[in-house]
């Protein structure tokens, strides 16, 4: 802020009143709109990493439930065969 009042002289010899009342509204915008741009792209990249986690959560289910359904499935082929034995 120091160096912006400082300038002020400079930008009032060089562009009169109001090119330097411009120049500093400028400034302002363009600062401000960088850091909503900023924030913006903050928020996308926290929603990404939101994103994959849910993906990493999801795919870790989808496995534990594949190793289950195996299990089950085992399972259910050693009833098949000790029925298969005792029907004999």
Not at 54 to 72: D, F, G, H, Y
């Amino acid at each position: 802020m120091d160096t912006l009042l400082k300038a002020l002289p400079a930008l009032l010899e060089a562009f009169g009143p109001a090119g330097a009342v411009a120049l500093l509204a400028l400034g302002i915008f363009v600062y401000f709109y960088r850091r909503d741009v900023l924030r913006k792209v903050q928020g996308l990249r926290e929603a990404h990493e939101r994103r994959d986690k849910r993906e990493e959560r999801m795919i870790q289910a989808l496995e534990a439930n594949a190793t289950n359904s195996e299990k089950v499935a085992g399972a259910i082929n050693l009833l098949g065969e000790i029925v298969r034995r005792s029907e004999r």
